[in-house]
């Protein structure tokens, strides 16, 4: 069993940064794949960035490609979204997900576990 918590969401404007957190519980962290999906009101939730076990693979969605950045500590058992020139179309709630096999870090129903999420808004 995996818990996640986020953290570092908040308010924004656009062209500003942040950086959300995901700690995660257990001894095997370094096991699992990590990713950040967000689901904006009225919409399906999304993939946004994945990143392997050791850290090496990272895998990125085309709409923050170049703005986002995906990173881990394994040390620390937490993954982190760095998140740069933040746009309007950014604002959703962001959410962490893990998984010890993953086929396609892109789809959502790969994973089976999920934190709580963490609002993030991006004001005009």
């Known amino acids: 069993q995996v818990q996640l918590v986020e953290s570092g969401g908040g308010l924004v404007q656009a062209g500003g940064s942040l950086r959300l957190s995901c700690a995660a519980s257990?001894?095997?962290?370094?096991?699992?794949?990590m990713a950040w999906f967000r689901q904006a009101p009225g919409k399906d939730r999304v993939f946004v960035a994945g990143i392997s076990g050791s850290g090496i693979t990272t895998y990125y969605a085309d709409s923050v490609k170049g703005r986002f950045t995906i990173s881990r500590d394994n040390a620390k058992n937490t993954v982190y979204l760095q998140m740069n020139s933040l746009k309007p179309e950014d604002t959703a709630v962001y959410y962490c997900?893990?998984?010890?096999?993953?086929?396609?870090?892109?789809?959502?129903?790969?994973?089976?576990?999920w934190g709580q999420g963490t609002q993030v808004t991006v004001s005009s």
């Open positions: 997900a893990a998984d010890a096999r993953v086929r396609s870090y892109y789809r959502g129903r790969e994973y089976d576990y």
């Open positions: 257990g001894r095997t962290f370094s096991s699992y794949a």
